[in-house]
């Protein structure tokens, strides 16, 4: 079990930033991959960014390519989502996961979720 905790949204405006925190706790957070998705209303959960178990370079969607950005801190069990240049489109709930594959690229392989946050971005 890999409980995860999402935390940071709320109201932006349009061209404002945001910074989500995922949480985890347990001593195997290190071997997991880590991901961001999103979900709003009547559409299906999409794949934002994620973090492989190995050192690399993160898998980013085009939707939020040059605008998000992912890391993790190891020591402190905490992935993060820095949330630049927001548009209303990028509305959504997000949530966090965690893939003990270690690859992080295929949602159906996730297999904790967090709760979810509420992104909202509009004037």
């Known amino acids: 079990q890999v409980p995860l905790v999402e935390s940071g949204g709320g109201l932006v405006q349009p061209g404002g930033s945001l910074r989500l925190s995922c949480a985890a706790s347990?001593?195997?957070?290190?071997?997991?991959?880590i991901g961001w998705f999103r979900q709003a209303p009547g559409k299906e959960r999409e794949f934002i960014t994620a973090l492989p178990r190995s050192v690399g370079v993160p898998y980013v969607a085009d939707s939020v390519k040059g605008r998000f950005t992912i890391s993790r801190d190891n020591a402190k069990s905490t992935v993060y989502l820095q949330m630049n240049s927001l548009r209303p489109e990028d509305t959504a709930v997000y949530y966090c996961g965690a893939d003990p594959t270690g690859s992080g690229l295929q949602k159906s392989k996730y297999a904790y979720w967090g709760q979810g946050t509420q992104v909202t971005v509009s004037s």
């Open positions: 347990g001593r195997t957070f290190s071997t997991y991959a």
